[in-house]
């Protein structure tokens, strides 16, 4: 009789860790006790030795499907003399080492059970059981066990009970587990009272088939919701959440909906089928038959498929099989989550509340990825990825990334993992802002890292410097926007040693004071040198001048061909005679006119000048309608005119003759679609033929090239520039488990601290 200790470190807990443990130790004879703890779960084996080997082989080859296994640590031991395999209490002494569970689609287990007539969970909107379910979003403490989460108001009944305590049953120990008799119950809510149950179920249904607005708790938060296929609904819901362009995100049936509607490959149906469930970014197909409205001017659309058993539920003997379900949060503001916050927020919106009560604890949204080639492209990572850790080659303990001014997150490090936190958003309000500060310290409590170092963008006015005020960090190290986004995908990539860095992006502070966003570096995690970057030209009004990007054209036009280029701006914009005197005049007396020169900046001029639009309504929607244009396309045979110019040992990108010929092009009629597919094609090209220069005359041996910056969702770009660039011999790589823009922006910075620090 041989005896072991076996610790197994990673995504252990809440996913059916135990009773699987429990059912291989039976199948190979056994005896000991398996444990939750802080470290991941601790078991104790006794047997043969034959059978102890089984056992670790099934252990380390077929665990459960939501486990995540980092580490297993073998350890002989004595033998105690256990009669049988038992699961013990939790044990919560001891410093955190734990994975916390992540939010999951409900499996199919669960919904062959919910819509079985026979089943006492028929119909039950809160069905679940170890392989899915919420987790992540109800958690109060750790470890994972159910009196540490908001279903402790929820006290079993005997039939579920019976089921949580059966060590061969799949809900052993699923903390959510509940039922009809004992769990979460749906409310309708309306100014003419309140349905529970059942009925408020098929009310809701047949309010959104008549056209109604309807605010549905959901996993992590509220969606607004109407029929996509209505479109006054749609149209009055655009309106009252002023919201005129920005695309919606709609829920199909099922996979045979969405094939109606948009183009589906393997890779696209394995994500949207996945435990992760996120939205999608889908091709628009020949047959799409929605309404324009639902994503207008976009050849895409963002589609998820239900992924709770109430979603499920509301499409189940329906006519309807699209929904809108987009975030129920006020313009600028974080998602709501808090019933009683919800009434408040959303009375000019929402015309009915479906709620239930279920405490949502830590509201997530819904995570976004679009697919290019074959390969994930993280918009946004939040629900059924957070907090999940992604390891480091660096000792990453006790250093915080505080993360960007938009598309905000932070990073935790503790040993060698890092744990990046929800999307949170714009960090321009108060709300926003203490939304960061719960939620930073929710994960603080878990992860259980000491303050030891802050790392933060240069940028003096970001929020995330008053924030960690709060904290009595031992250092704080600031780090370069870009250099942050080129750290972020070496990690991303695991790689070593020196690379070269091509930087696409909006906006990042730089070393300068300047606007930097097109830009070639080298270096690593520890420095970088800037080797090339866009010519600057002034940007009156600052974030006006983002959010009117006729203003950055003009503007443009004028710093680089002076009067000539304030005729070509007066022609483009007749009507702006004055403003444009005054752009003239601010750039003239450097009054609020910041030099830029990044990527976004010129998306939106271009984009500008071809009449695109004048307002962007949301975040980068002058540069995504000139994207848009070219979608599916690849390849172009003609670029436009520009020059690379060397000065003070940097290569600049000079596009002014670009820009004067598009003008040109556009007055005299040509298509939108055939200036932006030759303006995407020359950018290409000159970040190629810029790479070459720069090759040529360094020392510098590596051929590999890291791409990052917001600008990267960009198909075309990253699609033509990786063929380009690999056709001379580049090793080329791009982000795989986190977004190319700010949202990977704290995982980066916590990268260069940790490279810094071990300096």
């Known amino acids: 009789m041989s005896a072991m200790t076996v610790a197994v470190l990673g995504r252990v807990q809440g996913v059916g860790f135990r009773p699987f443990v429990f059912k291989i130790a039976n199948k190979h004879r056994i005896i000991g006790t398996v444990q939750n703890n802080m470290d991941g779960v601790k078991i104790h084996i006794e047997g043969m030795e034959t059978d102890l080997e089984a056992f670790l082989f099934d252990l380390q080859e077929n665990p459960p499907r939501l486990s995540i296994i980092d580490d297993v640590i073998i350890k002989p031991a004595k033998a105690v003399g256990y009669k049988d395999f038992s699961i013990i209490p939790s044990e919560r002494a001891g410093a955190s080492m734990l994975v916390l569970p992540v939010d999951s689609a409900v499996c199919n287990d669960c919904l062959k059970e919910m819509n079985d007539p026979a089943n006492f969970r028929f119909d039950y909107p809160f069905i679940n059981c170890t392989q899915c379910g919420p987790r992540y979003t109800i958690i109060r403490d750790l470890p994972y066990d159910r009196t540490f989460s908001s279903m402790d108001t929820f006290r079993m009944c005997p039939d579920c009970e019976k089921e949580y305590k059966d060590p061969l049953n799949r809900r052993h120990h699923a903390q959510p587990i509940a039922c009809p008799n004992c769990g979460p119950a749906v409310t309708l809510y309306s100014q003419q009272g309140a349905l529970n149950g059942k009925s408020a179920l098929n009310k809701t249904k047949e309010l959104i088939k008549g056209g109604a607005i309807v605010a549905i708790k959901g996993l992590g938060g509220y969606h607004l919701c109407c029929d996509a296929a209505n479109e006054k609904a749609v149209a009055l819901l655009r309106t009252k959440k002023m919201r005129p362009s920005r695309p919606l995100a709609i829920m199909a049936a099922d996979i045979k909906a969405i094939s109606e509607i948009a183009a589906l490959n393997h890779s696209e149906v394995s994500l949207l089928k996945s435990p992760e469930a996120p939205i999608v970014v889908l091709r628009k197909k020949n047959g799409y038959h929605l309404h324009e409205n639902i994503a207008p001017g976009m050849s895409t659309i963002g589609v998820m498929l239900p992924y709770t058993p109430l979603h499920h539920l509301l499409f189940k003997e329906n006519e309807i099989q699209y929904l809108v379900m987009t975030s129920a949060n006020p313009s600028g503001l974080p998602i709501l989550y808090n019933d009683e916050n919800v009434f408040d927020y959303l009375d000019d919106i929402a015309d009915y509340y479906l709620c239930h009560d279920r405490e949502i604890l830590h509201p997530v949204d819904d995570s976004v990825i679009q697919v290019v080639d074959n390969h994930n492209d993280f918009m946004r990572r939040a629900r059924g990825y957070v907090p999940d850790p992604i390891h480091s080659r660096f000792n990453v303990h006790g250093i915080i990334g505080f993360g960007s001014q938009e598309k905000s997150t932070f990073a935790l490090g503790r040993n060698s993992q890092i744990f990046v936190g929800p999307h949170i958003g714009s960090l321009e309000n108060f709300e926003t802002i203490e939304h960061y500060k719960r939620e930073l310290s929710n994960l603080l ?3 259980q890292t000491p303050y030891l170092t802050a790392a933060i963008d240069l940028h003096p006015g970001y929020a995330a410097r008053e924030i960690l005020k ?3 960090f031992a250092e704080v190290i600031e780090v370069q926007h870009h250099h942050a986004h080129m750290a972020a ?25 300047n606007i930097w966003g097109f830009e070639i570096l080298h270096g690593n995690e520890v420095e970088y040198e800037r080797m090339a970057h866009l010519s600057y030209t002034p940007l009156p009004g600052g974030e006006k001048a983002i959010k009117e990007p006729w203003r950055n054209a003009g503007a443009m036009l004028m710093a680089q061909w002076g009067e000539e280029g304030e005729a070509l701006a007066a022609e483009l914009y007749p009507s702006k005679t004055t403003e444009l005197f005054i752009l003239k005049t601010m750039m003239n007396k450097k009054i609020n006119s910041p030099l830029a020169g990044t990527c ?5 001029a271009v984009s500008a000048i071809c009449g695109l639009g004048e307002v962007s309504t949301y975040d980068g929607e002058a540069a995504i309608k000139l994207s848009e244009l070219v979608e599916g396309v690849m390849g172009c045979d003609e670029i436009y005119s520009f020059e690379i110019k060397e000065g003070n ?10 820009l004067k010929r598009i003008v040109h092009e556009h007055l005299s009629g040509k ?8 303006f995407h094609e020359t950018i290409v090209q000159a970040l190629v033929q810029g790479m070459e220069k720069l090759k040529k005359k360094s020392a510098f041996a590596t051929r590999k090239i890291v791409l990052s910056g917001g600008s990267f969702h960009n198909r075309y770009l990253k699609t033509r520039l990786a063929a380009e660039l690999s056709d001379r011999g580049f090793e080329v790589y791009s982000h795989k488990k986190l977004p190319c823009n700010d949202g990977g922006l704290s995982f980066g910075q916590l990268i260069v601290a940790a490279a810094r620090r071990g300096k």
Do not use: H, Q
């Open 649 to 658: 040992g940097l290569l600049s990108y000079d596009f002014s003759l670009m």
């Open 445 to 447: 409590n878990w992860i």
């Open 470 to 472: 709060a904290y009595p």
């Open 671 to 678: 298509a939108a679609s055939e200036i932006s597919l030759k």
């Open 489 to 513: 995908c070496i990690a991303d990539n695991e790689l070593s040693g020196e690379v070269w860095a091509i930087i696409l992006d909006g906006t990042g502070y730089g070393e300068d004071g």
């Open 600 to 604: 976004g900046r010129l998306f939106d």
